[in-house]
């Protein structure tokens, strides 16, 4: 079995130092990066867009994580890329032609991905998941780093494992909100393959060892 992933959520960092949080991540056990863009119509919070992504991306090496919490993603997708995103996951309750825009994700060269909020069923998933590289199952309502992780998730990674095996699908399941050292154990037994951490990363004292004692799990 394949290792987990850990993905820093940057949201939780300081905006003001990100070129230095990006350069201490390099350093650290973190897979990916995971950036989550907010547009304040899909979510009520807005954060960042691509040309910040862009200007961060000298910064690191490491995969980015493109997570767009925004309606319409369809128009975005080649500026996201050619900010320097690696993957893009789109929401499912964001866009009509979900297979028109993984395609051409995928087309791109980039990893592609589908997020479902905490009250989607994972199985409207179904007739996509064997164009998709990841599945991410939000496990709070987007829009807010801190918020208390919903206890239903662990039912529906399961649920998710159990579609990728019905359809011999090599996608990954990303788990995104709430997801601290004392849950992290059990997303992964039941079926997280990339934890996505914000808050418990960023605000504890040393987040190097945070993401260290994530990746040990
Ligand atoms: C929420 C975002 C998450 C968020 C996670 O809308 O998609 O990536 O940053 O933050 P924590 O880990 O603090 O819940
Ligand atoms: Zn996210």
């Known amino acids: 079995m394949q290792r987990h992933l850990v993905a820093p959520s940057v949201l939780s960092a300081d905006f003001a130092r990100m070129a ?5 991540l390099e350093k650290s056990s973190a897979d990916w990066i995971h950036w989550d863009v907010m547009d304040g119509c899909f979510v ?15 910064y690191s090496g490491k995969f980015f994580d493109v997570h767009l919490m925004i309606e319409n993603p369809a128009q975005y997708i080649e500026t996201f890329a050619r900010a320097g995103a690696n993957g893009i ?3 499912w309750e964001a866009d009509r032609h ?16 589908i997020a479902i909020n905490p009250a989607t069923p994972v199985n409207i998933l179904e007739d996509i998941v064997s164009h998709l590289d990841l ?39 990303q788990v995104d909100g709430g997801v601290s050292a004392e849950n992290a ?3 992964i037994d039941e079926g997280a393959d990339v934890l996505v951490a914000g808050s ?4 504890s004292p040393d987040p190097v060892k945070a993401i260290e004692l994530l990746k040990n799990i």
């Open 20 to 24: 230095e949080v990006l350069q201490m």
């Open 44 to 58: 009520p919070n807005i954060t960042f867009g691509m040309d910040f992504i862009r200007a961060l991306r000298p």
């Open 185 to 187: 154990h059990k997303l």
């Open 98 to 113: 979900l297979h028109r825009t993984v395609s051409h994700i995928k087309d791109l060269g980039l990893k592609a991905g």
């Open 135 to 173: 599945i991410l199952i939000m496990s709070v309502n987007p829009g807010f780093g801190g918020q208390k992780f919903i206890q239903q998730t662990y039912k529906k990674l399961n649920e998710t494992r159990q579609m990728l095996e019905r359809n011999a699908s090599k996608a990954l399941i």
């Open 200 to 203: 418990f990363i960023f605000n």
């Open 89 to 91: 996951t789109i929401h």
